[in-house]
Every structure is written in C-alpha cells, then in structure tokens.
C-alpha cells in the first residue's frame, strides 16, 4: 500500500548544476502536482499534471524549471542551473481522479534540494 | 477561488478536544472543503474533507455549517502529535482544481 514516493529525499547541488527530483503517484492516480515550499514559508503550488499533459503551470518560475509525467514512469520536476533561491523543499501529490469530483490528493515526504 | 480565514495559532491540552475554526465565506455550491496538517517540514497529510455534511474519519470530524460558510475541524483526543500546521483549504481556481494552501494554523498540543 504504498503512497506517494518521492526519491531523492535530499538532494545537494552546485550552483550551476541540474536537479531532477521524481515522483511515483499513488498506483492508479494519474494526476500529479508539484508544490514548493521555500524555509519558513507556505507551500506554493508549482505545476499540475495529467497522464502526458501539463494541465496548469501558472506555478512554475519561467525559466529553469520544467516538469513532465510521461506515460510511464515517475512524474519529473526539473530545475536547470540552479541557484541559492532554489534551495527548498519540494512535495508531490497525486490523486485518482481530479479534485472537482472531490476526491482527496496525498503528499510525498518531500525533496528537500540545497544548493551550495 | 473561495478564500479561508483561520485563526494563526491555538493551543490545546492533551486529551482534550481541538476545535480549529475555518471561515469560508465566498464559498461556491460544488466547492469541497479540505483539510490538510503538516507536522514539522513532512509532506501535508489528509486529515478529512466535505461538501454539505458532516463527515468523520478515524482521524477527526469536519461540521459545516448549514449556510456552508464556515466549518470546524475536531481532533476529538489531541496529543503531543496532534502539534502541527492545520490548512482549510476550499477547492477552487475553476477547472484546473488545484489545492492552493494559505498561512493555516498551528496548533500547539501541551501536555
């Protein structure tokens, strides 16, 4: 029964370098989305994803970071050259269907990603 | 999207009940009210969520008012773990049905 798998669980990065965290949805759930929650702050939701489809990246910075949930496999968050600003920790969560049909979505434990 | 109101911080002796008040007054008719809690820096957990009735889980009650403004969450035997930020969350921003989290509450469990 397991849930939400984010791996890696902490991850370290050079400026400069790339960061790719996964996420394994609960078995079933084909939705997926990404928050990131900065020290001392709230979680800001980052991007929602379908099966193949990005549904909502109103969340995403710009430029960097990028995110995809391919047929098979995990969902990927990407952050190309990172920098100090994006040393944070960063949560998935999935659900069944979407949430307008009021189902629930859990969380992983987190990415927590610093950049030195 | 339907805003919430909670209170930043409440405090709570163990084994009693913890009632966390949520306000909710732009709420629409087909909008959930979630209820999520994040212990430490852990991922958000689930606690409990409701349209028009209350609902009750193993973990807690959820009572929504009748007019749907407004709702309390009960942790009916808080302990030390029940310490945590406690997020109302109102389902909204049309169709791409987003969980979007405010400042929430934390509740202090004191022994």
């Known amino acids: 029964n397991a849930g939400v798998m984010q791996n890696p669980r902490h991850l370290v990065r050079r400026r400069g370098q790339e960061a790719r965290l996964r996420c394994s949805p609960v078995?079933?759930?084909?939705?997926v989305y990404w928050y990131r929650q900065l020290p001392e702050e709230g979680l800001k939701f980052m991007v929602y994803?379908?099966?193949?489809?990005?549904?909502?990246e109103s969340g995403m910075p710009k430029e960097r970071f990028s995110a995809e949930f391919p047929k098979e496999g995990p969902s990927i968050l990407r952050i190309q050259q990172v920098v100090r600003g994006d040393s944070a920790a960063y949560f998935c969560?999935?659900?069944?269907?979407?949430?307008?049909?009021?189902?629930?979505?859990?969380f992983g434990q987190g990415t927590r990603l610093t950049v030195v | 999207d339907a805003k919430t109101t909670q209170p930043p911080s409440m405090d709570c002796a163990e084994g009693r009940a913890a009632n966390l008040p949520c306000n909710h007054s732009?709420?629409?008719?087909?909008?959930?009210v979630y209820w999520y809690r994040q212990i430490h820096s852990q991922g958000p957990q689930y606690i409990i969520h409701?349209?028009?009735n209350n609902e009750t889980n193993e973990m807690a009650s959820l009572i929504i008012t009748e007019d749907r403004k407004s709702s309390t969450l009960i942790l009916p035997h808080a302990t030390l773990r029940d310490t945590a930020v406690y997020y109302c969350?109102?389902?909204?921003?049309?169709?791409?049905?987003?969980?979007?989290f405010g400042t929430g509450t934390l509740l202090a469990v004191q022994p």
């Open positions: 409701g349209l028009k």
């Open positions: 994803l379908q099966k193949e489809n990005i549904i909502d």
């Open positions: 078995k079933g759930h084909s939705h």
């Open positions: 732009t709420i629409s008719g087909n909008e959930y």
């Open positions: 969350i109102v389902r909204g921003d049309g169709a791409t049905n987003k969980l979007i």
């Open positions: 969560a999935s659900s069944f269907t979407s949430l307008s049909a009021g189902t629930e979505a859990f």
